[in-house]
C-alpha cells in the first residue's frame, strides 16, 4: 500500500534552518509528481511547491521561493524540503503528497511533521 | 492572485444534507477536488475531478460544479463526517496549486 513518512521536523531558531524527509513506499516514486503542503496551527492548507517525476520542473509559492528548495532522490524513494532563513510563520505542520502535475489531485499524504520557528 | 472562497463553517443536523461551496470566477471550467481533514489527522481525498470518489469513500460524498461554484455535497450527514474540507484546483495561469480557506463542518 502506498505510503508517505515525513520527518527532519524540530524546533528552529529564527533565521535557522531545516531539512524535511519523505520517504514514500508502495507505488513508482519516479512516475509521480509530489507535493509539499503546510498547514499552520488553527490555519488551512497552504501549497509550497511541486516537484515532477524525473526533477525537471518545480514551481514554488511566492511565500517560500527563494528559501525553500524542493529535491527528490527517485533512487532512495525520498523527497525533500530545503528550508533555510525561517521565519516564525513558517510554523506549522508539513505534509508531503503525492500529485500535483496539472489539475491532478492529492491522493495520498503523509501524516506529517511539525516544524516550530521560534527563539 | 487565485482566491477560492469557501464559508467558513456550515452546520447540519444528523440525516440531512451538508453542501458546502468554494467560489471562483469561471470554476466549472476547472477540476476541482475535495478533501476531508478531521482534528489531528492528514487530509484525505473524498471528491476528485469535479465528481468522482476514491476507492473507500462513501457514496454520500458527492461533487458538481456550475459556473463559479463548485459544491460538495454530503447526504446523510452522520456524526463521524464532522471536520473541515477543502476545495483545491490548479491554476494554469500560474502553474500553481489553490486551496480554499476551509469549510469547518458541524454535525448538531
Known amino acids: 500500500q502506498v505510503q508517505l513518512v515525513e520527518s527532519g521536523g524540530g524546533l528552529v531558531k529564527p533565521g535557522g534552518s531545516l531539512r524535511l524527509s519523505c520517504a514514500a513506499s508502495?507505488?513508482?516514486?519516479?512516475?509521480?509528481?509530489m507535493t509539499w503542503i503546510r498547514q499552520a496551527p488553527g490555519k488551512g492548507l497552504e501549497w509550497l511547491s511541486y516537484i515532477s517525476g524525473r526533477g525537471s520542473i518545480i514551481y514554488y509559492a511566492d511565500s517560500v521561493r527563494g528559501r525553500f528548495t524542493i529535491s527528490r532522490d527517485n533512487g532512495k524513494n525520498s523527497l525533500y524540503l530545503q528550508m533555510n532563513s525561517l521565519r516564525a510563520e513558517d510554523t506549522a505542520v508539513y505534509y508531503c503528497a503525492r500529485g500535483g502535475s496539472a489539475y491532478d489531485m492529492f491522493d495520498y499524504w503523509g501524516q506529517g511533521t511539525l516544524v516550530t520557528v521560534s527563539s | 492572485s487565485y482566491v477560492l472562497t469557501q464559508p467558513p463553517s456550515v452546520s447540519v443536523a444528523p440525516g440531512q444534507t451538508a453542501r458546502i461551496t468554494c467560489g471562483r470566477n469561471?470554476?466549472?471550467?476547472?477540476?476541482v477536488h475535495w478533501y476531508q481533514q478531521k482534528p489531528g489527522q492528514a487530509p484525505v481525498l473524498v471528491v476528485y475531478?469535479?465528481?468522482d470518489r476514491p476507492s473507500g469513500i462513501p457514496e454520500r460524498f458527492s461533487g458538481s460544479t456550475s459556473g463559479n461554484t463548485a459544491t460538495l455535497t454530503i447526504s446523510r450527514v452522520e456524526a463521524g463526517d464532522e471536520a473541515d474540507y477543502y476545495c483545491?484546483?490548479?491554476?494554469?495561469?500560474?502553474?500553481?496549486?489553490?486551496f480554499g480557506g476551509g469549510t469547518k463542518l458541524t454535525v448538531l
Open positions: 483545491q484546483v490548479w491554476d494554469s495561469s500560474s502553474l500553481r496549486v489553490v
Open positions: 475531478d469535479d465528481n
Open positions: 508502495g507505488f513508482g516514486f519516479s512516475d509521480y509528481y
Open positions: 469561471n470554476i466549472g471550467s476547472k477540476s
